[in-house]
């Protein structure tokens, strides 16, 4: 019987670590996990307008990356201000 107690013993010492180590873990992929959901929103949204891909995709290649971001850096925040209105 003293066996079997110190091994449930043992059994539930380990599941509390175990816990306590996915609570961690959780813990230090949150930002990440924010991270991967904002990616996630922008793939399904282009999944679902390929148009609007496929002319991002134009831009990029005609106006080439740092021309379109330094344009985009101005028309984001004009985009959010008209889109609260």
Request: glycine fraction near 6%; hydrophobic fraction near 55%; proline fraction near 5%.
């Amino acid at each position: 019987m003293g066996r079997l107690r110190r091994l449930a013993q043992r059994r539930q010492a380990l599941v509390e670590r175990s816990a306590d180590y996915r609570a961690r873990i959780g813990a230090d992929l949150e930002p990440l996990a924010r991270k991967i959901a904002v990616a996630d929103r922008v793939v399904a949204t282009l999944r679902a307008h390929p148009v609007i891909a496929t002319a991002a995709a134009g831009a990029i290649a005609f106006m080439g990356p740092r021309r379109l971001l330094g344009w985009a850096a101005r028309v984001v925040p004009l985009y959010a201000l008209l889109r609260r209105i």
